[in-house]
């Protein structure tokens, strides 16, 4: 028998005195389980010990109380039987000689499912730790997309990481805290499971930075007396006035975590004593009517702030959290915040998705959870036009604001973005179609550009134009990750057709001279060379021409083949390729030379780049010369447009103020400024180089007759 399949044997259901203590603690947290559940655990628990067995922790421990921990983790959130199951097995895959196929077959095939989903990848296939990482968290997220309790299982296993972190190395620490902190603890916060995600800041915090950790710890719990007798006096007067007005209710007192002082301190630049200088309740009552009765006693016993008023019952956070906000002004000149809550919404707050959960009783999915899913199929469709697993990371992280803005559009419906988002992010969060073509936004009516940051409560409308594309520019501004994805894309795809036009140009000059045309090449020949050199399509053969992967006389010899190969005779055919200077991603202009419409030019074909545009006087061209074969005739076409880049030598006094008028000489012109950089400087001269943007040769003339105007300047000269 092989060393698999004893694993996978059958295993009986161990007697109580053969089950050690670590198990015995998450049989006590299962109350919810009935019997004949509670042998499937305890069989779970033989497998995975058997499967382990010989494996032991950092810390010495056997490996098995890890995943047994895991489970206990998952209880306290009551979840149902499988994903105990699967928390149990959740290393047997990766660690084990157990395979998946055992798994199906003793617990089914939704936890060998499970336990696939928060596996990791084989990191031999990854240059480095960093790639591993990014595209295991990937497969995490399509799992997640197939079954929510991927993740459950996945934070669980981070959790109780997280409070066993003092047997890793410092290095292991500080990355396995940070990653938890940037990552795990706002996906927690994302899917609405706030304690999961108080807990992995807090101990985020204390492996990052222990001794702030250990400071403020010290200082919240050595709360004064004065603020001790504030806190019962707020609690003494809110209790008997929600008392009299008949609510039923629950009234705690929050404290804040040193993770969540520590930021306020860190992003609001406060100190500890201003920070806690805030007194922090929730109430608890029995309906969304009783919410918004308790929150009329609440601004009768202390007068409300202006402006720090939110309802999240009425439009909730995108995690499906629901809460009343409000700031009063409390009896000792210090704000109160309060948060008015049913029990349901609290439990939710709390738990998130893990709340009721759904497969216990094949009932609907809660809000939290279907709005989960919807969160994740979102960035599902970003990640299939992603490039890397790291860029979909980087998306991610990006897409884990905790802070909301909640937008109206033209038809009232509401769309929550993230803070800090465009009105370009609206145009891409309606459509992707309508943010590819967007041109201007009207915001309350008025019209703004798209790089307009919004704010909540905004009626937000796109102006679209059919011509209109997008631009590389709105990847500096955009924030969320749907934007980010689909202007990528787009930009990828113009520039692919930019490379097949360019591509199809100049594969048709290299057939004339060999008197054909690429409409004469026989289909045959054509799908022949296409099969040979592994295109799978024309356009793709055409781009890699474009782009400078393949040589355009050498793939015309192999289609015309013998067919008049006159080749660079007298008969050669001496029309220029026109450019331009729009093609994207195919056309670059070289800093050597730095080329505008006007100059007589000349393309060289470079590998990966496309055709690289010199002027024909740069001294480079001497160079190039060696390989003609690689020399491109191009010419500007009449259409020509945009700005293009120069730069200019000038010779100034050196006095201050000079460069002003040199600027606002340029300015007078219609010329932007790129960059001001100083060659030379002595007591009386300096020499300056500046990188301006025109549109052709005449309008650097204007320039430069404008500048030669000041009486500051001694000389101008085009570098």
Request: charged share 25%; hydrophobic share 40%.
């Amino acid at each position: 028998m092989s060393p698999v399949s004893s694993h996978a044997a059958p295993v009986a259901v161990p007697p109580d005195d053969a089950v050690p203590e670590y198990m015995r603690v998450l049989e006590r947290a299962v109350p919810y389980l009935d019997d004949a559940q509670r042998q499937v655990l305890r069989r779970a628990w033989a497998v995975g010990a058997r499967a382990h067995e010989g494996q032991f922790r950092k810390s010495g421990e056997p490996y098995i109380t890890h995943p047994v921990a895991v489970a206990v983790v998952l209880a306290e959130q009551n979840v149902d039987l499988e994903t105990l199951v699967a928390a149990i097995l959740h290393d047997t895959i990766e660690d084990t000689p157990l395979t998946r196929a055992e798994l199906a077959d003793g617990f089914g095939e939704q936890v060998a499912e499970l336990v696939e989903g928060v596996t990791k990848l084989d990191k031999l296939q990854f240059s480095n730790r960093q790639e591993a990482a990014a595209e295991s968290f990937r497969k995490m997220m399509l799992a997640m997309a197939r079954d929510l309790r991927v993740i459950l299982i996945k934070l669980a296993d981070r959790l109780h990481n997280m409070r066993t972190l003092g047997a890793q190395s410092t290095a292991a620490r500080e990355r396995i805290a940070r990653e938890t902190l940037e990552v795990y603890a706002p996906i927690a916060q994302r899917l609405g499971m706030n304690l999961i995600k108080s807990e992995l800041q807090d101990l985020g915090f204390s492996a990052l930075h222990p001794m702030r950790h250990s400071v403020l710890r010290k200082r919240i719990n050595a709360q004064p007396l004065v603020r001790r007798e504030a806190l019962s006096t707020i609690e003494a007067q809110l209790a008997q006035r929600l008392a009299n007005e008949g609510l039923e209710y629950r009234l705690v007192s929050r404290v804040k975590s040193p993770w969540s002082i520590y930021n306020k301190m860190q992003n609001e630049g406060k100190t500890f004593d201003q920070v806690m200088d805030v007194f922090g309740f929730r109430i608890i009552v029995r309906s969304v009517a009783d919410c918004y009765h308790a929150l009329g006693v609440a601004h009768s016993v202390y007068k409300p702030l202006d402006g720090r008023f939110r309802d999240f019952i009425a439009i909730p956070k995108a995690n499906g959290y629901q809460s009343l906000h409000t700031v009063l002004f409390g009896p000792y000149g210090s704000p109160i915040e309060v948060q008015i809550r049913t029990e349901e919404m609290d439990l939710i707050a709390e738990r998130g998705i893990a709340a009721h959960w759904a497969y216990k009783h094949g009932g609907a999915p809660t809000s939290a959870q279907t709005r989960a899913h919807s969160w994740i199929a979102n960035l599902l469709e970003s990640q299939r036009a992603t490039g890397s697993s790291l860029e979909f990371l980087e998306n991610v992280k990006v897409d884990l604001f905790p802070d909301e803005v909640y937008l109206f559009t033209p038809k009232g419906d509401i769309l929550s973005l993230p803070r800090n988002a465009t009105a370009l992010d609206f145009a891409y969060a309606v459509h992707t179609d309508v943010g590819n073509h967007a041109v201007a936004a009207r915001v309350d009516r008025k019209l703004v550009p798209l790089r307009t940051k919004l704010v909540s409560g905004q009626q937000t409308e796109i102006i679209t134009a059919r011509s209109a594309l997008p631009k590389p520019q709105w990847l500096e501004f955009v924030v969320t990750s749907k934007a980010r994805t689909a202007i990528r894309q787009q930009l990828k795809q113009l520039e692919h057709e930019d490379a097949v036009q360019l591509g199809h140009r100049m594969l048709d000059r290299a057939l004339e001279d060999l008197g054909s045309s690429l409409e004469r090449v026989p289909p045959a020949r054509l799908e022949a060379y296409l099969g040979e050199s592994r295109h799978p399509r024309l356009e793709a053969l055409l781009a890699d021409i474009a782009l400078g992967n393949r040589m355009p006389s050498q793939v015309a010899h192999a289609l015309a083949q013998s067919g008049g190969q006159g080749g660079r005779d007298g008969s050669r055919n001496f029309d220029k390729i026109l450019i331009t200077g729009s093609e994207r991603g195919v056309i670059t202009f070289a800093n050597c030379c730095m080329p505008i419409p006007g100059d007589e030019i000349m393309g060289y074909h470079t590998a990966g780049k496309g055709i690289v545009v010199h002027r024909v006087e740069c001294p480079n061209v001497a160079e190039y010369r060696k390989w003609p074969e690689r020399w491109v005739d191009i010419g500007w076409d009449r259409e020509v447009s945009g700005d293009f880049s120069v730069a200019l030598r000038i010779e100034v006094a050196n006095r201050p103020g000079v460069l002003a008028q040199v600027a606002a000489a340029v300015a007078q012109v219609d010329s932007n400024i790129d960059g001001v950089e100083y060659l030379e400087r002595d007591s009386n001269v300096a020499a300056i180089r500046f990188s301006i943007e025109v549109r052709d040769r005449k309008h650097l003339a204007d320039v430069i007759r404008r500048i030669r105007r000041l009486n500051v300047v001694h000389g101008v000269q085009r570098l």
